[in-house]
Structure formats: C-alpha cells, structure tokens
C-alpha cells in the first residue's frame, strides 16, 4: 500500500468524508459518492441551486470576493474560475478541517482529491460545486495547495437563519 492510499484508509477509519486519489482525473467534479452531512452543510444538487455565485481566484493568493453571504438553508452553485498561472483549488470547511487537510497537502503536494465540498482547477480553467448550507454559522474556505493557504489565500461564508 502506498502513502496516500495508507492516508485515505486512515482517514476512512477515522470517519472522515473526503477521499483523496491520484486516480480521480475529474477531481473537480461532484463525486459520484452519497452526500454526507459535514459541519458546514452538505453537497447540493444542481438543479436546486438558487443562484449562482462566482469566485475568482488568482495568484496573487486572494479569492475576490474573499466573503459571502447565504441564507441558511440555501443552495448555492459556486462557480470558480481560477484566472492564474497556478493550480488553484477552493474547498469548503471548519478552520481545523482546513488546517488538517493543508497540513496534508504541504507533506503530499501533487495529491489529488475528489469531494463535494471542493473543486481543484487548472490554471486559465473554470470548477464547479453545488453547495446546501444547512447550518447557520460562519464557515471557512480556501486555497490548500501548498503555501496558497499559508499566504493568505481564504474566505469566510456567514449563513444567517
């Protein structure tokens, strides 16, 4: 068993969601696994989607805009094109499931992932997610390809009831 398959059962094993394969070639699709209820919300269906909200990344390590705000209970297709030179990726999540996962991208850099809750895009190319946001609250989301979230490269989403 290689490293990143030892990583996926471990994380398997201690209940997380998220797979990470280097066999996905459309990592930035939705993952064709059941929606899992995560902290933040939970995938969305694309026909549901309410609206539509674009997410611009770039390589000066900014998300525009770097702040959203949805109604509890809505569901959004958040459209990410990345207008870099750079991979970029945006995923959705709690500052320690962040900071786990960044942590696990700067020790396996070229790792690629497929979930719901993010989209890993290619420089000059356009990802897609659909998002419910359940819960109200505060929630995070950033860039955790290495270095990108340790320069700044976050955002916030508030869900309002």
Do not use: Y
């Not at 000066?60 to 809505?74: K, L, N, S």
């Amino acid at each position: 068993m290689n490293t990143l398959q030892l990583i996926a059962a471990s994380a398997l094993l201690a209940g997380a969601s998220t797979v990470f394969s280097h066999e996905s070639p459309a990592h930035h699709e939705t993952s064709a696994r059941p929606a899992v209820q995560q902290p933040w919300g939970i995938a969305g269906a694309a026909q549901d989607a309410q609206r539509t909200l674009v997410l611009q990344m770039t390589d000066d390590m900014r998300f525009t805009p770097a702040h959203f705000t949805v109604r509890q209970g809505e569901t959004v297709r958040l459209r990410v094109p990345n207008r870099g030179q750079l991979m970029h990726e945006v995923v959705l999540g709690t500052p320690a499931s962040l900071d786990e996962h960044a942590a696990m991208m700067r020790k396996h850099p070229g790792m690629e992932h497929d979930a719901p809750h993010m989209a890993h895009v290619a420089p000059g190319a356009q990802g897609e997610l659909v998002w419910r946001f359940n819960r109200a609250g505060s929630f995070d989301f950033a860039c955790l390809v290495a270095g990108h979230f340790q320069a700044g490269m976050r955002g916030t989403f508030t869900v309002t009831p």
